[in-house]
């Protein structure tokens, strides 16, 4: 069936031609969007060109994260919207236009402020695309795999047992969508077990935050290191 709206057509042309890395969890809490902006910032290290998007567009907080002032920065605007520059690494959020005011969507009015912000973010000079999405598989994140079949799913969950009552059902459904293999990591691990790919518990993060310097300077981030390099190998 042809699709009238233009948005998927242009955002599945644009994430496709690049490495894409969606950053997802069951349970808000977890330290999804930590991991993402640490591993965007591990790619950048590595020489690689990533641009961190935040589409948690009802609670985004990835701004707060990175240090980045959303109530005196605004991306300009060219041929679309231009990222936002933290270290290296591309920042593309609804926050900027949000402010601190909420952004009660659901339904529809979430899918559609996800394909506003992925069409109209101008994608120029950038080669992996690191996703962090709300928690669960509501609309926004269904939308999203949808939108983009061949990225690399990672899944964050806590060595908890809720979390991880929670990640077999986030799975399955990953699967049902056509994503049977996503890499499971556990963060704030307190030990690892075999097999597992597994972030340590760190106290400095929360003191770290704000700051990109401070935060690779982290325990956390050394191992996420390591972590971009499976990633990279399954990518390519």
Known sequence: MLEVDPRPARIRAELGARKVIIVTGSKGGVGKTTIAALLSLALAERGLRPLLIDLDVTDPNMHVVLGVDVESQMPGETKGISPMKVHGVGFISIAPYTKARPAP???????????????????????????????????????????????????????????????RRHLQLLAESGYGDPIVLYNMSRGERPGELSIPFDGDLEEAYGDPLKLMETKAYGKVRGLAEVLLARLR
Request: glycine residues 6%.
């Open 105 to 167: 969507l659901r339904g529809e009015d979430a899918v559609n402020a996800v394909r506003e912000l992925l069409a109209a973010t101008d994608y120029t000079g950038y080669d992996t695309i690191v996703i962090d999405t709300p928690p669960g598989l509501g609309d926004v994140n269904l939308e999203l795999l949808r939108l983009v079949p061949d990225a690399l799913v990672v899944v964050v969950t806590t060595p908890s047992k809720l979390s991880k009552d929670s990640l």
